[in-house]
């Protein structure tokens, strides 16, 4: 019971990491609002968790890069449950791998206002929760892409280096006002996110960095290091980044 009494609120709940977070969160005694676009996807997640015997989360069907549905996110987490203890900010979109002299300014926006534009909506509100209590936690979940140039298309790429920068900002201003924040940077995951038409250019770079031998992660395992982070076996951790690639970037 490693979350036992926290208010936690995911985003992207309904498939991939998120869904794994939600599910062990709430095992390890956690509240938890689950947020996601697919209404039917948290409609599953919700008959899942009661099938196993605990109490389901609160659904939030939303767009994180509208801020005003990311800020009602939030106000649900108070209005469910009174406060607001954790955010894990997993939420995401692809870019098709498409590179700077192909893009065009629509896939831009979109994958900056998902990936980028959404965690900064949903920090920015629930560190005026926390402060008054002097403690919170904030897990944001970018990418290897975030860490290098040729693992994903421009947009991806700038949006996951962003977060990276922002979770480290965040850590520095707020460590003496007990909050902390850390980001994942994960490698393969066996998800569902849509890639779509990958661009070839993108993708042939990307070919080039693949190793050989190392797996796909399951979304379990990733979930696993995101409730370390999130709870208090990581009380002395913040501003870090963690990368749970397998080895990917190792060589």
């Known amino acids: 019971m490693k979350l036992d009494g926290k208010v936690a609120l995911v985003t992207g709940a309904a498939s991939g990491i998120g869904r794994e977070v939600v599910k062990l969160f709430i095992q390890e005694g956690a509240q938890v609002v689950a947020s996601d676009i697919a209404a039917a996807g948290l409609d599953t997640l919700t ?3 009661t099938a196993m015997g605990f109490a389901p989360p609160t659904a ?6 509208d801020r005003a549905a990311a800020e009602h996110m939030v106000d649900t987490a108070l209005a469910a449950y009174g406060t607001l203890d954790i955010v894990v900010n997993n939420a995401g979109i692809m870019d098709e791998f498409v590179p700077i002299g192909d ?10 206002g998902v990936n980028l ?3 900064m909506y949903l920090c920015r509100k629930a560190v005026q929760i926390m402060l008054p209590k002097e403690t919170g936690v904030i897990v944001n979940v970018a990418s290897v892409g975030g860490l290098f140039g040729g693992r994903a298309g421009v947009s991806y790429t700038t949006s996951k280096h962003a977060l990276v920068g922002l979770t480290r900002s965040i850590a520095y201003h707020y460590a003496k006002k007990g909050i902390r924040c850390n980001v994942v940077c994960p490698g393969g995951v066996a998800t569902n996110i849509s890639i779509g038409n990958p661009n070839p250019l993108g993708m042939e770079r990307l070919q080039t960095t693949l190793p050989m031998n190392i797996r796909n992660a399951a979304s ?22 963690l990368v749970a690639d397998g080895g990917w970037t190792a060589g």
């Open 220 to 241: 379990d395992e990733l979930a696993s290091i995101i409730l370390f982070l999130a709870s208090d076996d990581s009380s002395f951790v913040n501003g870090a980044v």
């Open 117 to 119: 534009d959404g965690p």
């Open 60 to 65: 939030v069907t939303g767009d994180v890069s």
């Open 103 to 112: 893009l065009e300014d629509s896939l831009w926006r979109k994958v900056l």
């Open 47 to 49: 008959a899942e968790i």
